[in-house]
């Protein structure tokens, strides 16, 4: 296992959080879902999802935090180094794969801090199967009511976005913003969705 690699991984997505005030928090929010993680995957790390994706990186899954590691690679990497594109959703139902066994052998409670944990589990909101969303609704309300109280503000953001990708599951059994990316054709209820320009992953964290 390269854990030199996967701490250093580690290091630059989760800086330290612990004693930060919620202003703090949120610029970190927009870092991580605002493009801002970017150009630092691009130069730091450049092949590093192609040798997850190759099947490499495997034996980081033997570990909580290196499980985590691998996850992020394989979810989020993608969706940075492959922005609107279909190699962006490529390594979904693998990161997806994980987080379920984590979750179920005690990978994920093993995590010491909500934002791990958050996207530890974050495979199961980016899935279009109702199921997953719904346990991703859960498992970020449950951190809501355990987070410290001045975390919670965040967090209860984070739970509602949960529960904003459900709803659209629900509505439209899929994600529509990524039907250009990936050849569907959109029905005119999404259209009409996709026009509004309201959609769950571009809300800003509350300030």
Do not use: C
Request: glycine letters at 6%; zero cysteines; proline letters at 5%.
């Amino acid at each position: 296992m390269h854990a030199d690699e996967f701490e250093e991984l580690l290091a630059f997505w989760f800086p330290e959080l612990s004693k930060v005030d919620h202003a703090r928090i949120v610029r970190q929010f927009e870092w991580w879902f605002q493009g801002g993680t970017d150009s630092g995957i691009g130069d730091r790390f450049p092949r590093l999802l192609d040798r997850a994706a190759r099947g490499e990186l495997d034996d980081w899954s033997q570990r909580p935090r290196s499980r985590l590691a691998l996850i992020i690679v394989l979810d989020q990497f993608s969706r940075s180094l492959h922005r609107d594109t279909a190699r962006a959703f490529a390594q979904d139902d693998r990161a997806l794969a994980l987080a379920l066994e984590g979750i179920e052998n005690g990978h994920y409670a093993a995590l010491a801090t909500p934002w791990e944990k958050t996207f530890f589990f974050l495979p199961l909101a980016h899935s279009e199967r109702l199921a997953h969303l719904e346990r991703a609704v859960a498992l970020a309300e449950e951190l809501v009511e355990s987070a410290a109280p001045q975390f919670r503000r965040i967090l209860e953001h984070s739970a509602s976005q949960a529960r904003g990708h459900r709803d659209v599951i629900t509505r439209f059994g899929r994600h529509p913003h990524r039907n250009a990316a990936l050849g569907r054709a959109s029905t005119p209820d999404e259209i009409d969705y996709l026009a509004r320009g309201q959609l769950v992953h571009t809300r800003t964290p509350p300030r």
